[in-house]
């Protein structure tokens, strides 16, 4: 039975190895190679790796078959970081505790980095699960590819950037996150039911708790930016704030936000319910979640 603590162990130990794998084998400067790991490899919560994972052994894949998948979800994530703390977008300085993308590399890499993690996870994909039927993998690589470009996480970033120094209203602050944060979480669980082959009405009931677990974990992101320091987040505290950005915490105070909060992790768990699913893991990350924003 594994815990956050061994997936995330484990994740971080396959994509170091596949990491070293393809640098060793790529025909040109290395460079590019130490940017993208560099922001791939950083301590994170790999919420979304062990989600993917998660739902693929719940539906009867060994984690470690289902490993690849988990890793690019890492990777897009990864890609998504480094272009999110760019100079020209939320011009960040720290991620992970450790300093941007571009703060060690320059922006000019930083950028090809990102571009160059797109290709990568898919690349991971088609490499490392050629045992599964090609009209699986074309699926998955569908919704990946789609998550990782201007029908999800781009769509999002769009949608920010447009946002910025003007009046939006709730709405438009959902479309954001359903696209800038929402996407990855939903992609991870999707591809894994794919991987699966589970049946359609499986794979609504996964896509609805995708979709609830991608908002509760923006309200969570706005409610522990306004409460806890940079030091404790590991990015810039306060940033949302300073630059009078909707937030969930801004339309509905901090209770209000944790209400909402609570609400969808009780519908999730109605989910998990319906599917017959008990797992300690999604109890665990829950658990991690509320003693943050409660703490």
């Known amino acids: 039975m594994m815990n956050i603590l061994e997936y995330k162990k484990i994740i971080q130990q396959n994509l170091e190895k596949y990491f070293e794998e393809y640098k060793k084998n790529s025909s040109y400067s290395s460079v590019i190679w130490d940017s993208m790991a560099y922001t791939t490899l950083l301590d994170g919560k790999r919420l979304r790796a062990i989600m993917c994972l998660e739902i693929a052994k719940k539906f009867g894949i060994d984690y470690e078959i289902a490993m690849p998948l988990a890793c690019s979800m890492e990777i897009m994530h990864a890609y998504s970081l480094i272009h999110d703390d760019l100079p020209c977008m939320d011009n960040d300085d720290l991620r992970r505790g450790k300093p941007t993308n571009h703060k060690v590399f320059g922006e000019a890499i930083a950028v090809l980095a990102g571009d160059a993690l797109i ?103 706005d409610i522990i930016d306004c409460t806890l320091t940079t030091q404790e987040l590991g990015k810039t505290a306060g940033k949302d704030a300073n630059v009078h950005k909707l937030t969930y915490v801004s339309a509905y105070g901090i209770d209000g936000a944790k209400n909402i909060f609570n609400n969808l992790v009780k519908e999730n768990y109605d989910i998990l319910m319906k599917l017959d699913i008990k797992s300690d893991v999604f109890d665990e990350i829950y658990e991690l979640l509320n003693k943050r924003i409660n703490n």
Not at 142 to 155: P, S
Not at 184 to 209: G, H, P, R, T
């Open 119 to 221: 290709s990568f996870g898919a690349k991971l994909i088609i490499d490392k699960l050629k045992n599964f039927p090609s009209d699986v993998i074309l699926d998955i690589l569908d919704e990946y590819l789609k998550t990782a470009g201007a029908q999800g996480i781009v769509a999002g970033q769009v949608a920010d950037i447009e946002a910025e120094n003007k009046k939006i209203d709730i709405e438009n602050l959902k479309y954001i996150h359903k696209y800038k944060t929402g996407a990855l979480f939903k992609c991870s669980m999707l591809i894994a039911a794919k991987l699966a082959q589970v049946n359609d009405k499986i794979m609504k009931n996964i896509e609805k708790y995708a979709d609830n677990f991608g908002v509760l974990f923006q309200i969570y992101d």
